[in-house]
Nanobody, 117 residues
Framework: QVQLVESGGGLVQAGGSLRLSCAASGRIFRLDVMGWYRQAPGKQRELVAAITSGGNTNYADSVKGRFTISGDNAKNTVYLQMNSLKPEDTAVYLC???????????WGRGTQVTVSS
């Protein structure tokens, strides 16, 4: 069993920054991908950013140029630096991870990010 624990959410004004962290623990054999999804009220869950163990990254178009994902394979930790935040970034941000055929098999409980205008 793998547990993912997020931290770093909060309330920030538009234009501000936040840094999210997610640490994986438990029976970790290998994690090929870690990333962040978000879900706002009344909207579908969307992938915000992902990073593979090889360092390849992928971003949603809405956050390109503003968010940066990074990871520490040795610590099984992933970070999301969020700059120039907008009210539409308000959501619960969920950490996810996986490997092999279980690509997004592990999920955290989420951390709330609220951006005020």
């Amino acid at each position: 069993q793998v547990q993912l624990v997020e931290s770093g959410g909060g309330l920030v004004q538009a234009g501000g920054s936040l840094r999210l962290s997610c640490a994986a623990s438990g029976r970790i054999f290998r994690l090929d991908v870690m990333g962040w999804y978000r879900q706002a009220p009344g909207k579908q869950r969307e992938l915000v950013a992902a990073i593979t163990s090889g360092g390849n990254t992928n971003y949603a178009d809405s956050v390109k140029g503003r968010f940066t994902i990074s990871g520490d394979n040795a610590k099984n930790t992933v970070y999301l630096q969020m700059n120039s935040l907008k009210p539409e970034d308000t959501a619960v941000y969920l950490c996810a991870a996986g490997s092999g055929t279980n690509w997004w098999g592990y999920w955290g409980r989420g951390t709330q990010v609220t951006v005020s205008s």
